[in-house]
């Protein structure tokens, strides 16, 4: 069973940064593709950034392009977020998933999420 835990998050003042992980286990994810999404208060679950283990191959959101990046360590079996240049709208909790395909279009498992408070 695969297991996702998120850890990291936090208060940041606008224009700040926090980096997020993803520490997965309970699989060889050779053939997954890791992704983090976010979900803001009244809002629905947003993708914002995905790589495939084992090309490191990467693609985000418009939304925070230039500003976040996903990137893995496939040695700690753990996927991360560095978020630059925060601003108040990314405020949300933050989730971890991982899809079994190289795909990115069926996440079938996810992480408890982390909260992220970005205050301006």
């Known amino acids: 069973q695969v297991q996702l835990v998120e850890s990291g998050g936090g208060l940041v003042q606008a224009g700040g940064s926090l980096r997020l992980s993803c520490a997965a286990s309970?699989?060889?994810?050779?053939?997954?593709?890791m992704g983090w999404f976010r979900q803001a208060p009244g809002k629905e679950r947003e993708f914002v950034a995905r790589?495939?283990?084992?090309?490191?191959?990467?693609y985000h959101a418009d939304s925070v392009k230039g500003r976040f990046t996903i990137s893995r360590d496939s040695a700690k079996n753990t996927v991360y977020l560095q978020m630059n240049g925060l601003k108040p709208e990314d405020t949300a909790v933050y989730y971890c998933?991982?899809?079994?395909?190289?795909?990115?279009?069926?996440?079938?498992?996810w992480g408890q999420g982390t909260q992220v408070t970005v205050s301006s």
């Open positions: 790589i495939g283990w084992v090309r490191g191959n990467t």
């Open positions: 309970g699989r060889t994810f050779s053939s997954y593709t």
């Open positions: 998933a991982a899809d079994p395909t190289p795909w990115g279009a069926s996440w079938d498992y």
